[in-house]
């Protein structure tokens, strides 16, 4: 018996507890006889050169990932997404889709096209990868894309850069049909499409909830496991996409990133409930409105929540922390149809002995290990290990070999200053003498900090982190355990010789207190009484203040019963 493939129509989508957005899962891949009948066409129309990205662009919207789209806007749809952040029709959608091609060549075949023709998009190789049925050709204005999108159109913010370096002055509209798929490397394998993962989740797994998680440059840190273990105590699943494309070099490159959290996945989650695979988003890099659209994607893919942390989408100093999450007050639940759950910062508080954020915590920065990927990426750079308080070593052992370029210039800096990455991680730094420790009196500047202090702060945090919560929780038990089996027998015995010594020291003191002159015959050799008097009102202080031993006869007084121990039940 042959097993019929899954028809995802209206009907099935009915019975899942998602919807695709705008109501239809796209599908514009051509295969069998219209594949067949598509690469004769693409042998007689003009042709038009795309790179890698464009070609990931062009299966995003094939699949439907990119749902309801079905090809690139024309001109008054692209202005109404570029301005309103809707369609025509009001239904959101944060990033128009364009395509204005670029290259002397390029241009050349775009001045003689008109509306109503086909023309094919093909790649380096001269392989055709989809057509496009032209309805509508206009001028393309980078600026304004620009400034709509990014809020700025400054070329130092990688997004911009990106629109001058690969946008033209004209833009072609119209619907696409895919041919042939661009190869994804080493993650052929573990490719995805929607339709894929809607059979998975709610024919195969039969979830009824499954949050997505877009994560980006770094490798995975406990700031993202907390608010996904966080969200895993209420859905079915986890649905993680790495970003694996428009990476700088600077960054940890995804095959390393992508290996980083699959073992702390295999290690730290339930294998049942997480999934993992890449997600291909070339387009847009950063801004508020990217975490719009990751929203709408993970929609498509079958997600019912995301998860927006602080600085979702930040880049540089042009957003302010949490405007990625304020972005989501300009639309309305129902018309999103994704529950979108939003993180405070999250860090490592020493004292707490876990992740928190400031909503949880009551501890001060003394305390505290703050959370960036970014600075995470520098410590590799330095070639540090990050505290394992704030990345698993699994990831850290990973993703330090990913790095590019490896290390440090050759005046041993990296990207980031050594007091920029210490004031963002570790504030307690500058304040403090050490992670948990006394103020210092005067605070550092992190202007004359170098690679020397965060070699002073990997090592603080490494021998000092973990004893914060421990000593305590011991100190409290010294005092509270009656049955004393947490305080070694050596402690207590080394409490009762100090008793035992300082009576000792009061003894003779109160003797050459007694013997002594009223008046010394030679103040620099001879003590008067008062002074040998100082002397002793001192020892016996220092004999109050350290305490009686707690010794397990000493604790017995702290048991009793107003009963017979055969009536408690």
Known sequence: MVEQPLVLDQEKFATYPQQPHGGKLVDRVATGEARKQGLETAQSVPKIMVDLEAAITLELIATGVLSPNEGFMNEQEYLSCLETGRM???????????????????????????????????????????????????????????????????????????????????ALAGKITLLNRPDWGPFEGMRMEPKETWQLFYEEQKYTSVAGFVTGANPMHRGHEYMQKNLLEEVDALLLLPLVEMAKREYTRHEFRMLAYRSVLDEYYPSDRTIMFPLRVTYVFAGPREAVLHALILKNLGCTHKIVGRDYAGVGDYYELYESQSIFDEFTPEELGIDIRFFNEVFYCVRCAQPTTLKTCAHDDSTRIYISGSGIRELLRHGFMPPEEIARPESGRIGIQGVQPKGLNDDGESVKPAGKLIQTMFPYYLTYKGIGGRRREKPLNPDDLTREDIEAIMLDIHENAGLIYKQTAEEYARTADINRVRQPAWVEKAHADVLKEQELVIRTLEEKVANASAEASDEFMYQDRHEAQNELDIAKKILTEAGEPITQDKTAHRVWNIAPYDLYY
């Open 88 to 170: 025509t029709n009001g239904l959101p959608w944060p990033v128009p889709l364009s395509f204005a091609p670029i290259g002397e060549r390029n241009s050349d075949v775009v001045k003689s096209l008109s509306v109503g023709e086909d023309v094919v998009l093909v790649d380096e190789d001269h392989k055709p990868i989809a057509l496009l049925h032209l309805d509508d050709i206009f001028s393309y204005d980078r600026a304004h894309r620009a400034k709509h999108i990014f809020g700025t159109t400054d070329r130092k913010h990688p997004g911009v850069d990106a629109i001058y370096r690969r946008m033209g002055d004209t």
